[in-house]
């Protein structure tokens, strides 16, 4: 393990993030609103912070990463962030208590989308857009953004495009990584671009239509409403959000295949068509459940429905309703779609499709090994063989989440709260979905959680953005021998 060159990329990571204040800092100029002081000094802080670090780090021994170095970085970088992020909150007084504020901050860099905040709208502009932006730079990755600038720095990256990218299998669109970050960043921007004035048309305000494009892309689900997108009350939003939540849930890399020309990628990829015949058979099962029990419309049924399915298996988090209320199946299926997730590559969380897909046919295959013991057979994943290594890789994952999600519940319920919040609210976190049942339901957020409790939830935020490997091996022994 390096050091030296963690702590300098740690810093140019801090840089980065303290120059990004500027964004949020023209708007409270624009708006005249309170946060004007809290953001310049926050800027102040962290670029100085960053700058001294990169000063301090000059000539590293090395410039080449090893994986304990990747590992490292990554966890780090976005512990840094979640810090270094809470300062806006806190010196423009919009939420002066640490524990809350890193909460809220570490929440937006995974893109959770749970929040301790009880009047959103009495925020001023630039904290709402902050809010907002950490989302945006924690979708896609800003640890991925900074390998797309890392030739100029002459480090390589490869380690850390592995440690931070959300999927099993790393998928290179070009020779060279940097190459790949900055084509996966293109997309995600283009993407939010085209949601933004898709949003605008419609008749929604400028900065809210900016402010809910930077948490529809990541899959964040922060909203600068109280009531989320139901205060819009507007079929035609509802529906926008509903196709960006279900883009930002694909494979990044398809997307940019789509885009090149290859129309039919979507239908050749597994996992998509796996992934799209769930997120409609789940619309269709609640709207039917709801249908005459909830909503007398079955097309409002249907909008509600589409509209909560693709926000909790995206891990988005939005909500138009308050499904704590819907009946007991529809609250199930929202449930195991917390767990279920999006697509691989996606910037969504959960244990994802892909993972969810190889594990039920590796159990097939071994259903199929009883009844024909001495048949050979092959996982295959779009046509081409799983190494067994990738297997093994995911049965840890799975082992290593449930194993997560029981544990962090138990503390849950241990600190007074009732079964199905204590459910929800891990569920919710490790999934970086948000808004969970019962008291952390569509209606309520996680203010009246213990603070032990919130420490816990934010551990699950961190654990389920990084795909629980990448902080796990820090803690194990063999990481820190030589």
């Avoid at 963690?6 to 140019?12: E, K, L, N, P, S």
């Avoid at 909150?89 to 919009?94: N, P």
């Avoid at 933004?196 to 305000?205: E, R, S, T, Y």
Wanted: charged share 10%; glycine share 10%.
């Amino acid at each position: 393990m390096h050091a030296r060159i963690i702590t300098r990329f740690t810093g140019i990571l801090i840089l980065f993030l303290g120059l990004s204040m500027a964004g949020p800092l023209v708007v409270a100029f624009i708006f005249r609103d309170t946060s004007i002081y809290g953001l310049s000094l926050s800027l102040f802080i962290t670029s100085l912070t960053g700058l001294i670090l990169i000063i301090c780090t000059r000539n590293p021994e090395t410039r080449h990463f090893s994986s304990r170095d990747g590992l490292a970085i990554v966890t780090l970088g976005w512990v840094m962030a979640a810090l270094f992020g809470t300062l806006p909150y806190i010196l423009s007084g919009a939420i002066p208590d640490f524990t809350d504020a890193f909460f809220e901050s570490m929440s937006g860099f995974t893109t959770t989308g749970a929040s301790i905040l009880n009047h959103i709208e009495s925020l001023p502009e630039g904290i709402l857009f902050w809010r907002s932006l950490t989302q945006w730079l924690g979708g896609m990755g800003i640890i991925v953004l900074s390998i797309a600038i890392l030739p100029f720095l002459g480090i390589g990256g490869m380690q850390l495009y592995k440690a931070e990218v959300p999927s099993p299998v790393v998928d290179k669109l070009k020779p060279r990584i940097s190459e790949t970050a900055k084509t996966l960043w293109k997309v995600y921007l283009l993407f939010t671009c085209v949601e933004i004035l898709l949003l605008m048309a419609g008749g929604m305000p400028v900065f809210d239509s900016i402010c809910n494009a930077f948490c529809t892309m990541p899959t964040g689900g922060f909203s600068i409403r109280n009531g989320s997108i139901a205060d819009y009350n507007s079929v035609y939003f509802d529906f926008v959000f509903i196709l960006f939540m279900v883009l930002a849930g694909i494979n990044f890399s398809l997307h940019y295949r789509l885009i090149k020309g290859d129309l039919n990628i979507f239908g050749r990829d597994s996992e998509c068509r796996v992934f799209l015949v769930l997120v409609a058979a789940f619309i269709i099962m609640i709207t039917l459940n709801i249908h005459g029990t909830v909503y007398s419309s079955i097309a409002q049924a249907f909008r509600h429905a589409a509209f909560q399915v693709s926000s909790i298996i995206t891990t988005t988090g939005f909500v138009t309703a308050d499904y704590a209320t819907w009946p007991a199946l529809s609250q199930l299926i929202l449930l195991v779609s917390m767990f279920f997730g999006a697509m691989a590559g996606s910037t969504g969380g959960g244990i994802k499709i892909m993972r969810i897909m190889l594990l039920a046919r590796h159990g097939y295959q071994q259903i199929f090994q009883v009844i024909h013991p001495r048949a050979v057979t092959t996982l295959k994943l779009n046509g081409r063989p799983v190494p067994g290594e990738i297997l093994s890789s995911i049965w840890g994952f799975f082992t290593l989440y449930i194993g997560i999600f029981v544990a962090a519940t138990l503390i849950m319920a241990a600190l007074g709260l009732d079964l199905i919040s204590s459910l929800a609210s891990v569920a919710a976190s490790l999934g970086n979905i948000g808004p969970g049942l019962g008291t952390v339901g569509p209606t309520g957020n996680y203010a009246g959680v213990p603070l032990l409790g919130k420490w816990v939830l934010v551990l699950c935020m961190l654990l389920g953005r990084l795909e629980i490997y990448t902080v796990i091996a820090l803690l194990a022994p063999a990481y820190w021998r030589k």
